[in-house]
């Protein structure tokens, strides 16, 4: 609990403070984030549990600082961030070769890809859409395997995890937001955005935070092996 305190507080208060700063841009009421690195450390360092955990609560406490609204938070944010970073946790301890990374990245293309098609076929989207967010998918699994390539050993595995969950948590946001806004107004006062506007969200929330957790998530990681300072099954 006292690892899971401090990782919410540490995620909403750098949070927060980026958001007062200078260079804090929103699109749709999506926050640029780079604290996303501390709950990605967490959830490898110490345990799945102990990063979603943290990482939830601490969306929580600064969406309530922030724009208020409890209900966008608990059905979008809350559940985007403790699936995200239980996920780099998750993925961190069970993808350990880099064979079996190239396969769920090409699993994860070929899935998402059918899924579009399905919704083309029951025109759910448009042949615009379609194409559009084709090439987003290509090209974020295809950033997120570059990442963690461009590494080896500790630090592909770190990147590799924290890309991972990051990416499902971006999907969570960017559908989660869209739907939350066919039914409700956003704090920023739209309401019934077209589907395209997930995709923004999705792309936005990647692209956005990704670079934070690979250039800062391995270091941390490593430092607190080498002082002893992790907890659970993070080998």
Request: charged residues 5%; without cysteine.
């Amino acid at each position: 609990m006292s690892l899971v305190v401090i990782n919410a507080t540490l995620y909403a208060v750098l949070g927060y403070l980026t958001f007062l700063g200078v260079f804090a841009p929103v699109v749709g009421t999506v926050r640029f984030w780079p604290s996303v690195f501390i709950p990605a450390v967490f959830a490898i360092a110490f345990s799945p549990l102990i990063g979603g955990l943290g990482a939830a609560i601490g969306i929580f406490i600064s969406d309530m600082l922030i724009h208020g609204n409890a209900l966008l938070s608990l059905s979008v944010g809350v559940p985007a961030n403790f699936l995200g970073f239980y996920a780099v946790g998750l993925t961190y301890r069970r993808v350990k070769s880099t064979r079996i990374a190239i396969a769920l990245v090409s699993a994860e293309i070929l899935l998402a890809t059918l899924l579009l098609a399905l919704s083309l076929q029951y025109n759910m989207v448009d042949w615009n859409f379609f194409y559009a967010a084709v090439i987003a998918i290509i090209a974020t699994l295809g950033l997120t395997l570059s990442f963690a390539l461009l590494l080896r050993g500790e630090a592909f595995r770190v990147v590799f995890a924290g890309s991972t969950g990051l990416m499902l948590g971006s999907v969570i946001i960017g559908v989660g937001v869209w739907l939350f806004s066919q039914y409700l107004t956003l704090p920023t006062g739209q309401k019934a955005l077209p589907a395209w506007a997930a995709l923004v969200w999705f792309l936005w929330t990647y692209l956005t935070e990704i670079p934070f957790i690979a250039l800062l998530a391995p270091p941390l990681v490593s430092v607190l092996k080498r002082v002893g300072f992790t907890w659970g099954d993070s080998n």
